[in-house]
């Protein structure tokens, strides 16, 4: 322990370092950081020697702590403390530190994160070797800047779903897209989703990328487009009111099976995945119950998918007619069946 006559030194310095000129403070500082590195961590004096030193540094000139922290921003013997405090700074001392200092942990790092000024945050988005639990913090905040920032750090640890989502992200903040089309873990799935919303330079650079992948990364993109425009029409027609069976045969005879299922979907009240999803089960009785729910009577039901298998040859076989016999039903009971159908395999798909 330090006698209280030392201590009482110690704080006489601190208060005689306010009023000293900026070379004398340098002075005293990187001499008291030289008598702090020189001690052994079973010196008792440490913790004590440790908040001195501390203290004297945060009442030193804004020069001051900015030399210190650009001199040992990155040793890994300075009191946390310290470090903490000098993250906390102004930006221009803070900067070094936050960028390199291995005494700043994920909590520390977290708490800037919540509660320090944009130039701070985005440094620590911009920190080498930034964790998984801050690179989880800043995707959860879907904040634009802090998401490329660590979109451009390409050292950061991110959660196993963390380039999904920055990939996810950048359909809406374009500033993301030429960090991740360089980004070493943009896979090629990943690059195809990404190639759908960029503009034709990072196309041209996903394709230079991903050569094998190119046309399909190409289709990706006309895929998408015909998606929009068939989800357009399909909402215009139902809005005017022409979504009917009859409609949904026309558009099976013109070959339009994209367009028919969005029809369907909106027709039935559900997904086109769910559509899909039922269309590739073995048996046609769930997407039976899917057309009963659209509105389409069971006659008319073997003629529509026979219409659909000429398009598709992999939709299920026909129903037997005691299986048609089960469409019964109103439409309104249709819907609700189909609905806790959907929800009852979803429920198993999760406990799997």
């Not at 000129?21 to 340098?26: D, F, I, M, S």
């Not at 030429?178 to 070493?184: D, R």
């Not at 990328?209 to 993109?221: C, G, S, W």
């Not at 039976?288 to 659909?308: D, I, K, N």
């Amino acid at each position: 322990m330090i006698d209280p006559a030392a201590l009482a030194e110690l704080e006489a310095v601190i208060a005689d370092a306010r009023l000293r000129p900026v070379a004398e403070q340098t002075r005293l500082v990187m001499g008291v950081a030289d008598l702090y590195a020189g001690k052994s961590s079973n010196d008792e004096t440490l913790p004590a020697f440790a908040d001195f030193f501390t203290r004297l540094v945060m009442v030193a000139a804004f020069e001051v702590r900015q030399g210190l922290s650009r001199r040992l921003g990155s040793a890994d013997w300075l009191p946390r403390e310290l470090v903490r405090a000098l993250a906390r700074d102004d930006i221009e001392i803070a900067r070094p530190v936050i960028s390199a200092s291995p005494l700043l942990q994920d909590e520390d790092l977290i708490e800037l994160l919540a509660k320090a000024s944009t130039d701070h945050r985005l440094q620590v988005a911009l920190r080498p070797g930034l964790g998984q639990a801050v690179a989880e913090v800043i995707l959860q905040g879907q904040e634009p800047l802090l998401l490329t920032a660590l979109a451009s750090n390409i050292h950061a640890q991110l959660p196993a779903d963390g380039m999904s989502r920055l990939v996810a992200a950048s359909e809406k903040i374009s500033s993301l897209r030429v960090p991740l089309a360089s980004h070493p873990r943009l896979d090629a799935s990943l690059a195809m989703r990404l190639y759908q919303w960029v503009g034709d330079v990072i196309r041209d650079q996903l394709c230079a990328r991903y050569p094998t992948h190119a046309d399909r990364l190409k289709q990706a993109v006309g895929d998408t487009v015909d998606e929009l425009q068939e989800n357009h029409i399909a909402k215009r027609m139902e809005a005017a009111g022409h979504l009917t069976p009859l409609y949904l045969m026309r558009l099976l005879r013109e070959k339009q099976r994209g367009l028919f299922i969005r029809c369907l979907s909106l027709m039935a009240g559900i997904q086109v995945n769910e559509i899909e999803h039922l269309l590739a089960k073995p048996s046609a009785r769930p997407f039976y119950l899917v057309c009963l729910a659209a509105g389409v009577e069971r006659e008319v039901f073997p003629t529509l998918l026979q219409a659909l298998r000429n398009i598709d040859p992999n939709v299920p076989p026909d129903l037997l007619m005691s299986e048609l016999r089960l469409g019964d039903r109103a439409r309104y009971q249709a819907k609700l069946e189909l609905r806790a159908y959907i929800d009852s395999l979803a429920a198993v798909a999760r406990t799997n």
